[in-house]
T-cell receptor, first 115, second 115 residues
Framework: NAGVTQTPKFQVLKTGQSMTLQCAQD?????MYWYRQDPGMGLRLIYY???????DKGEVPNGYNVSRLNKREFSLRLESAAPSQTSVYFC??????????????FGNGTRLTVT | AQTVTQSQPEMSVQEAETVTLSCTYD???????LFWYKQPPSRQMILVIR??????QNATENRFSVNFQKAAKSFSLKISDSQLGDAAMYFC????????????FGTGTRLTIIP
């Protein structure tokens, strides 16, 4: 099983450019998440999707949009990238139907640099 | 709002010795879950151990164990017989057991193993 797959692994953008980070999971999980990781700040939730067709804001949603395309895929879009969005982005999923003690399964992250 | 605090940005331990990483959290809920994740240099997020708040018995996974003090809202991780492969960032995380599915992370502790 591939688990949670994120693409791309690395990306460099110029200020004002747009891009979409892709995430797909093959574990039939209901819930999917996007986090960003910054030095000294841990992982902060950007958006999450409890099920196909639903999305909710997390702690730091400004400047981002998401799409839960189907049960497998959850994309994160930066419409106009800013240097403050330089970060490592993680996608994660969890099997909601197993109860809330289910741990998150993470992708390997995307390192994004905005110049 | 729930918060998770890791007060030790960095720790080091001699190989084969024991080290304890601290974590405290703030919540008004009584039913929740706590997790420790490991992030090696590969950037992958790996679940180390989990604890259900309603269980008094401390969780154990091989060389990893926790000291869960619910009244004190403390959740420390003990690593016994430290190995070079234990070198990583360690994140403490909290998740309430209903409604909100978000996983809230601490800022992390970087663990160095001294040969």
């Amino acid at each position: 099983n591939a688990g949670v797959t994120q693409t791309p692994k690395f990306q460099v953008l110029k200020t004002g450019q747009s891009m979409t980070l892709q995430c797909a999971q093959d574990m039939n999980h209901n819930s999917m998440y996007w986090y960003r990781q910054d030095p000294g700040m841990g992982l902060r939730l950007i958006y999450y999707s409890a099920s196909e067709g639903t999305t909710d804001k997390g702690e730091v949603p400004n400047g981002y949009n998401v799409s839960r395309l189907n049960k497998r895929e959850f994309s994160l879009r930066l419409e106009s990238a800013a240097p403050s969005q330089t970060s490592v982005y993680f996608c994660a999923s969890s099997p909601r139907d197993r109860g809330y003690n289910s741990p998150l399964h993470f992708g390997n992250g995307t390192r994004l640099t905005v110049t | 709002a729930q918060t998770v605090t890791q007060s030790q940005p960095e720790m080091s331990v001699q190989e084969a010795e024991t080290v304890t990483l601290s974590c405290t959290y703030d919540t008004s809920e009584s039913d929740y879950y706590l997790f420790w994740y490991k992030q090696p240099p590969s950037r992958q997020m790996i679940l180390v151990i989990r604890q259900e708040a309603y269980k008094q018995q401390n969780a154990t996974e091989n060389r990893f164990s926790v000291n869960f003090q619910k009244a004190a809202k403390s959740f420390s991780l003990k690593i016994s017989d430290s190995q070079l492969g234990d070198a990583a960032m360690y994140f403490c995380a909290y998740r309430v057991n209903f409604g909100n599915e978000k996983l809230t992370f601490g800022t992390g502790t970087r663990l160095t193993i001294i040969p």
